[in-house]
């Protein structure tokens, strides 16, 4: 009966701590493309629990004329908190300004979607 109380109360306290660790995530780091050919730098900004997002990096043939004219820019612009983990703002690719979403999947993985019109695009990220 004790192990039975034991066991209980171990998998309380881990059903309380699993939200409290999720919640604690943050996406401010360094992160690369899944794909290696880009790094950004996310911060904080704005009135502080803002996002955003600087192309800090781009591997050699990804030096494209269109990518190196973003390269030390903030392509994510003070995104706001929607849900735990998800945020959404603007997003710039290739020349264009669109609405988009960044979620923390964990402490070292998130997704950026963008849409314009019925044009969308997912992109995958790994924490340096």
């Known amino acids: 009966m004790r192990r039975l109380k034991a066991l209980l109360a171990f998998a309380l306290a881990l059903g309380i701590a699993a939200p409290a660790a999720a919640a604690d995530l ?23 629990t803002q996002l955003c997002a600087k192309l800090t990096w781009l591997r050699a043939d990804a030096r494209t004329p269109a990518n190196l004219a973003m390269l030390n820019t903030m392509v994510v612009h003070e995104a706001r908190s929607t849900d735990a983990n998800k945020w959404r703002g603007t997003v710039r690719y290739e020349g264009q300004t ?31």
């Not at 360094?30 to 502080?48: F, H, I, K, N």
């Not at 979403?101 to 990220?125: E, H, P, W, Y």
């Open 98 to 128: 669109v609405s988009g979403s960044l979620t923390l999947l964990g402490k070292n993985r998130m997704t950026l979607s963008g849409c314009k019109l019925i044009a969308c695009q997912k992109v995958d990220f790994v924490r340096l």
């Open 26 to 48: 943050s996406p401010v780091g360094t992160w690369q493309t899944t794909t290696g050919e880009s790094r950004y730098a996310v911060s904080l900004c704005g009135d502080g």
